[in-house]
């Protein structure tokens, strides 16, 4: 016999954004029922962010012993023990989530939690396990899973995903990295500098999230000269052998190459997984390919009591803006049918490679032609850069005509730091000059801002337009 369960707001999925839309569901007074078959812990702690932060941790340790004799200090070069780095990283992984699993050990006590999966029958209706829950509304939190090409989907144990890759208990001897978005830079470069012989793969060229071809050239430049790094390579065929996965490809050098590696390492991207909730017996059908209509301002799932939160809406993927979603998601299901709109923060994101990369506001892509100004500060010669031996990398920084800062681009230095200096002046609507006011310390990095805004005044003083995405012909006034 089923238990039965009548919510106000019905929560799928317990990571970030339903746990945020929980709390901000309850503030309005609704009564909630969250559904998740658990792991839990969220993305972040358990298979993101965190554990990643703990690999590259090691990695830069080693790389900082590798460095050290341009400083005139000589030291024997690092030993790995693999095993030592993966219980590191596992150990402080679960701490991490030990403190969320605390807080789902509280909701379930609070008799607001089931612990299966959730699939929508019909309006106000879900069954998971044997429990039937009605709602009011629905909050869709569930997140995503990795997408792997048709070519990688039968390589058996030696295929890996964020989602496995921390579950070693020791460093491959090498590893093949699809993809170079963040994860794809960030574990690649960290596997490199613990000695695992590591190759990168991409295509289209581009390198993580950037757009602007200038600060793209300079990152493909330097990650190059590291990493066995192919941004735009051609595949002929992939096939699982004995000791792993064996790849023959041509490389972005036009060489062509057959090479056999231990594991693959798959982050050529997520997909959404709203269209396996049952949302169909609704009358709720996807409106274009990977397009379910949700409202980005409200996040309201076309026009129905339902509303997603979280990378599930394949608009903000990323903690903060998860928690976000959560918040806006939560407060509108509570409130349904009236719905508002969230005061969005100013977009940044962080790709923790090394030189890092960040995208604050409108990236390159977003800019419209003729209506922009751009300006740059190459790391290379910045001051304090050299100082460390970190002297790498392109910042550019865009503003409007009449001068207000809308976005830049970075790959550099600390540039985690430089980010949020930039997103906060972008979200205060500065102009350059006011910017320029703003105190710089010397010598540090952040003075490498200071150049890029100067260049960006001169520039704007001289109506010198940025060379954006669209035909300058096809735009009026150009």
Same mark, same amino acid.
């Given at each position: ?148 090409? $048709? ?33 794809? =830079? ?99 059908? $996807? ?67 090394? $030189? ?48 207000? =800062? ?49 260049? =960006? ?16 012909? =096809?735009?009026?006034?150009?």
């Amino acid at each position: 016999m089923s238990t039965v369960h009548h919510v106000d707001v019905a929560i799928l999925g317990a990571g970030t954004a339903g746990l945020t839309a929980r709390r901000a569901a309850k503030a309005e007074g609704a009564s909630v029922m969250m559904i998740d078959p658990g792991p839990f812990g969220t993305t972040c702690a358990r298979v993101g962010c965190m554990p990643s932060k703990l690999l590259i941790a090691a990695a830069e340790a080693a790389h900082h012993v590798h460095q050290a004799p341009m400083f005139g200090v000589n030291a024997a070069p690092p030993q790995i023990d693999g095993r030592a780095v993966m219980r590191r990283v596992q150990f402080e992984r679960d701490r991490f989530v030990g403190f969320v699993e605390n807080s789902i050990d509280g909701i379930e006590e609070a008799g607001e939690l089931i612990r299966e999966r959730a699939t929508v029958v019909g309006p106000g209706h879900l069954v998971a396990g044997d429990h039937e829950v009605h709602f009011r509304s629905l909050v869709v939190a569930t997140g995503t899973v990795p997408f792997t090409p $048709p070519p990688f989907r039968d390589l058996g144990d030696a295929m890996l995903s964020n989602e496995g890759i921390f579950e070693l208990e020791d460093l491959p001897e090498s590893v093949l990295v699809v993809g170079l978005g963040v994860i794809g =830079l960030e574990l690649g470069q960290a596997f490199h500098r613990l000695g695992v012989r590591t190759t990168l793969v991409g295509i289209g060229g581009a390198i993580g999230p950037l757009s602007d071809p200038d600060v793209n050239e300079s990152a493909a430049k330097v990650l190059g000269a590291e990493l066995d790094l192919h941004p735009d390579y051609t595949l002929n065929s992939v096939q699982a052998v004995d000791g792993g996965v064996r790849l023959d490809f041509v490389d972005s050098a036009g060489t062509h190459r057959i090479e056999t590696f231990e594991r693959v390492l798959m982050a050529a991207g997520r997909t959404t997984t709203i269209g396996k909730l049952g949302l169909d017996t609704l009358g709720i059908e $996807p409106v274009g390919r990977n397009d379910w209509g949700v409202n980005a301002a409200t996040l309201q799932l076309q026009n129905y009591g339902v509303f997603v939160a979280g990378d599930v809406n394949g608009l903000h993927p990323l903690l903060h803006e998860a928690a976000d979603d959560g918040k806006l998601a939560g407060t509108n299901a509570a409130t349904f049918p009236e719905v508002g709109e969230g005061n969005r923060r100013t977009p940044l994101a962080v790709v923790f490679s090394d $030189p890092q990369i960040g995208m604050v506001g409108k990236a390159y892509r977003d800019l419209e032609s003729c209506s922009v100004v751009a300006g740059e500060v190459d790391y290379s010669d910045q001051g304090r850069a050299r100082v460390a031996g970190m002297n790498a990398g392109l910042v550019r920084i865009y503003a409007d005509l009449s001068g207000v =800062l809308i976005g830049a681009e970075l790959f550099g230095p600390r540039v985690e730091h430089l980010s949020h200096l930039l997103a906060w002046a972008v979200q205060q609507k500065l102009t350059v000059e006011q910017a320029l006011t703003m105190p710089f310390y010397h010598p540090v990095v952040e003075e490498g801002i200071r150049t890029a805004l100067r260049d =960006l005044l001169t520039n704007l003083q001289r109506g010198q337009k940025v060379k954006c995405t669209q035909q300058p012909e =096809l735009v009026p006034g150009c």
